[in-house]
């Protein structure tokens, strides 16, 4: 080391032993150690975990039947639709049919 960096190491700890230090708060000492954190555990754990519990489960509940609802409406849309397919496949072939007897009923008198 130079006598210049010396200096610059002398008022660097100058500065760190006049400033002061504020001590570590508990998230920052377990942060800088790389370990998680334990949890606070106290009287009323369980009762605070039930109750949010309670209100995953009330959540989940709401949207299955929000997704029954929406499931129902599809089944009936889809049972729309097919009545809808059926009765034009039906018409479609009605229509073939017509002129099927149409088409022979002119190569019968000859005109085709």
Known sequence: ?????????????????????????????YRNADVPMPDDRGPNDLEKRIEDLMKISLSHQNLNADLRKELM???KKCEHFEYMYNQLKKEKEDLHSKGQSMLNEFRNKGDV
């Open 1 to 29: 080391m130079t006598n210049k960096d010396i200096e610059e190491f002398e008022k660097q700890m100058k500065d760190l032993k006049e400033e002061k230090l504020k001590p570590m708060t508990r998230e920052e000492e």
């Open 73 to 75: 409406f599809y089944k």
